[in-house]
């Protein structure tokens, strides 16, 4: 069952998607999975991708947040989807732009993703505990840094092809 989201208007004025919501097959609801994808991607090929995940657990439910499309500094001012703004447009790497970045340019991710959790616990009665929040790349940074950050213990990061933010690694 897809659930309309609720983390709706990507830029204001824009009819933009929100995310993707996938609620439990079967009750009661378990535990949940927030999947955040990539810079420049969306979540549909994720929710796609991890379709065989879902039936294999259906009483979790998974929530695949859509990143908002933001100017890249790395392309000139280019809008593309992402967490937050890269500043070079190389590969991330210790001593890197991005890699020291701080977790000031992920802030607002950070506090949606929390309400993400926060609805996801509310909706379905779920202790922090059952909750994990994973992600790949950028998507990867911003989980870690959410999870990190959450008032409480969450029941599991996933971090795919991801880095710790400066903050994070401190």
Known sequence: RLRAG?????????????????????????????WLHGFGDEPEAWAEFMAADRRARPS??????????????????????????????????????????????FAKTVALIHRSVDAVRARHNLPAE???????????????????NYPERLGGIGLLSGWLLKAARQ
Do not use: H
């Open 60 to 105: 979790w439910a998974w929530v695949f947040p859509r990143a908002k499309v933001l100017p890249q500094p790395c392309y000139g001012g280019q809008e593309l989807p992402a967490w937050a703004s890269f500043l070079d447009a190389e590969v991330i790497r210790p001593g890197g732009a991005d890699y020291d970045s701080s977790a000031k340019n």
């Open 130 to 148: 059952r909750v994990a929040i994973a992600g790949f790349s950028q998507g990867a940074a911003a989980a870690a840094a959410a999870a990190l």
């Open 6 to 34: 609720f983390w709706q208007g990507m830029r204001e004025g824009e009819d933009e998607k929100g995310p993707l919501e996938f609620e439990p097959m079967e009750s009661p609801c378990t535990a949940a999975v927030i």
